[in-house]
């Protein structure tokens, strides 16, 4: 089955390019390496041709919420906090 994702804002598994949330650990400094276990709720219009091809169109993103963020370097889950509006 073809899958076309026609929104171009809406990438699964691609690069989120306009961060306007950052991380930082106050352990070890860290700004750039973290796992980030996040939950997101999407609904599109799934459009099916009759041959069965689906086109998603018109994703929205209706919750987001991040279960936790966690240190890469120091494993500290803590000790990271939220910076905001870093680009
Ligand atoms: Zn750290």
Redesign the pocket.
Known sequence: MTVTCVNETFRPGGTVKSVTTRYR?N??G?LTRFDVVETTSVRSFHHFTVGGELSIEEPEVIAHSVESVT?R??G?DR?VETVFGVE
Request: glycine content about 12%; overall charge neutral.
């Open positions: 650990c352990a070890c860290n240190c370097w120091c500290h000790g």
